[in-house]
């Protein structure tokens, strides 16, 4: 499965950017898409995910409120919605794709996912 991510770019604090994902190939019966992000110097941490089946939605902490899910479901497209931009939600943001449905609790780990996109670097600046 090869994910084709888009959107990332350069904003002020306070502003937006939409960033999207689909796989390139394949019919899937069922799958869970996320998006993680990596700052220099850091971790690669969790940001959002959504089971494909039920439109369900995870979100960390550090976003729920501001960031959004959304989906083209014809198309296997995931959307997130970055709303109210900060400078610390300046990274490389990675799509995340698998066709297991991890539990909850596993959803916000790299490991449950099998299939990484390129990445999209967001730039917020103060």
């Known amino acids: 499965v090869q994910l084709q991510a888009s959107g990332g770019g350069l904003v002020q604090a306070g502003g937006s950017l939409r960033l999207s994902c689909a796989p390139s190939?394949?019919?899937?019966?069922?799958?869970?898409m996320g998006w993680f992000r990596q700052a220099p110097g850091k971790e690669r941490e969790f940001v959002a995910a959504?089971?494909?089946?039920?439109?369900?939605?995870f979100y960390a902490a550090s976003v729920k409120g501001r960031f959004t899910l959304s989906r083209e479901y014809a198309k296997n497209t995931l959307y997130l919605q970055m709303n109210s931009l900060k400078p610390e939600d300046t990274a490389v943001y990675y799509c995340?794709?698998?066709?297991?449905?991890?539990?909850?609790?596993?959803?916000?780990?790299?490991?449950?996912?099998?299939?990484w996109g390129q990445g999209t670097l967001v730039t917020v600046s103060s």
């Open positions: 959504m089971r494909w089946s039920n439109g369900g939605t």
């Open positions: 190939t394949g019919t899937f019966s069922t799958f869970t």
């Open positions: 995340s794709f698998t066709e297991r449905s991890p539990i909850a609790s596993w959803l916000n780990s790299p490991g449950a996912y099998d299939y």
